[in-house]
């Protein structure tokens, strides 16, 4: 069972570059999540999907979007890249089984993507 | 608003000692969740515990026990006779009935250091 799983590892990126962090899940998981993690910071939410078809906004989503065509896959685009957006990027994902139901089961995260923009 | 404090940025303690990291959270639903995951020097994230609004029993799970006040709004976390092994950014994240699509709000996050 590969859990969640993110590509690249790593990237390093021209200002102005664009790039899609890749991030697929095998756990039949309705809920998906992309944060980022600046040193010595918490994790922010950037996006996240209630399930194919659907995503919102999170924390500090500019610079970024998201698009979920599969309860499998959620990618995450970066268009015009920044310094700014120099992080590590986390993809999760968890099962909810929506209204009452356990809506708050604990993320699953993948490796992490490190990528540094120059 | 929804926020979570983990005051301590680093800890560093010798091998055996016992380590409590502090977070405190903000919330005005009365449905939510708490979490603790540990990132380790390799940089995953593993999933340790997640207690409910309703249940203030403490737990205890081999040298780790998670104590959680509501009074005070803490979820305090423990390492008993800590180990080299336990170094690591420990985060506290909290997910309210309000956040929804199961969202978690982390806080900044502790280092524990432990020296042998």
């Known amino acids: 069972n590969a859990g969640v799983t993110q590509t690249p590892k790593f990237r390093i990126l021209k200002i102005g570059q664009s790039m899609t962090l890749q991030c697929t899940q095998d756990?039949?998981?309705?809920?998906m999540y992309w944060y980022r993690q600046d040193p010595g910071m918490g994790l922010k939410l950037i996006y996240y999907?209630?399930?194919?078809?659907?995503?919102d906004k999170g924390e500090v989503p500019n610079g970024y979007n998201v698009s979920r065509s599969t309860t499998e896959d959620f990618p995450l685009r970066l268009e015009l890249a920044a310094p700014s957006q120099t992080s590590v990027y986390f993809c999760?994902?968890?099962?909810?089984?929506?209204?009452?139901?356990?809506?708050?089961?604990?993320?699953?995260f993948g490796n992490g993507t490190r990528l540094t923009v120059t | 608003a929804q926020k979570v404090t983990q005051a301590q940025t680093e800890i560093s303690v010798v091998e055996k000692e016992d380590v409590t990291l502090d977070c405190v959270y903000e919330t005005r639903d009365t449905t939510y969740y708490l979490f603790w995951y540990k990132q380790p020097p390799s940089g995953e994230l593993v999933f340790l515990i997640r207690r409910n609004s309703f249940d203030e029993q403490n737990e205890i799970s081999g040298r780790y026990s998670w104590n959680f006040q509501k009074s005070t709004s803490s979820f305090n976390f423990t390492i008993t006779a800590s180990q080299v092994v336990d170094s690591a950014v420990y985060f506290c994240?909290?997910?309210?009935?309000?956040?929804?699509?199961?969202?978690?709000?982390f806080g900044q996050g502790t280092e524990l250091s432990v020296k042998p």
């Open positions: 999907s209630v399930g194919a078809g659907i995503t």
């Open positions: 756990m039949n998981h309705n809920y």
């Open positions: 994240a909290l997910s309210a009935e309000r956040n929804q699509g199961g969202k978690l709000i």
């Open positions: 999760a994902s968890s099962y909810s089984k929506g209204g009452a139901g356990d809506y708050n089961s604990p993320l699953h």
